[in-house]
């Protein structure tokens, strides 16, 4: 009877493995996962540190939740003159062996529209979409608009 219970357990952390072939979301790690939360109804802005352990490109594509009904890539750049504005970007590349980071003033996830109120201290659960159609969790600390950048 326990024999049995085991090799169910044993089947059924295989089976997940054995259907899905290594993915791009499979090489890549999260870190300093945080969200700067702006006051009012202004959009908040999710940054990472994404780390690509495989021997090819990973493509970050776009990103979801349930939290934030709308989730964008964006870059932040800026110009001649000084001023700084913000772009919509349709990919992301992950250099094999390499990073790319979200960062203030850089690439950034911009949240908008919260299923309900999102206060300093929440973690924020948001899905990293990638190009082979692979998934990747990350848990987002939420921080508020004067925190500096934890990197
Ligand atoms: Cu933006």
Redesign the pocket.
């Known amino acids: 009877m326990k024999m049995q219970y085991l090799s169910v357990l044993l089947l059924m952390s295989l089976l997940p493995v054995a259907n899905l072939q290594a993915s791009q979301a499979d090489h890549v790690t999260a870190t300093h996962a945080w969200i700067r939360l702006l006051p009012a109804n202004l959009p908040a802005?999710g940054y990472v540190m994404l780390q690509n352990m495989g021997t090819s490109t990973a493509v970050l594509v776009s990103a979801h939740s349930t939290t934030y009904a709308s989730v964008m890539l964006?870059e932040s750049t800026t110009g001649s003159g000084g001023m700084s504005s913000?772009n919509a970007v349709g990919k992301l590349a992950i250099p094999a062996q390499g990073k790319a980071e979200l960062a203030p003033a850089g690439y950034?996830l911009?949240l908008e529209h919260a299923s309900h109120m999102i206060k300093a201290g929440d973690t924020v659960g948001i899905t990293l979409d990638f190009a082979d159609g692979s998934q990747l969790p990350v848990q987002f600390l939420v921080r508020p608009a004067n925190a500096a950048d934890p990197n």
């Open positions: 802005s964006h913000m950034h911009m």
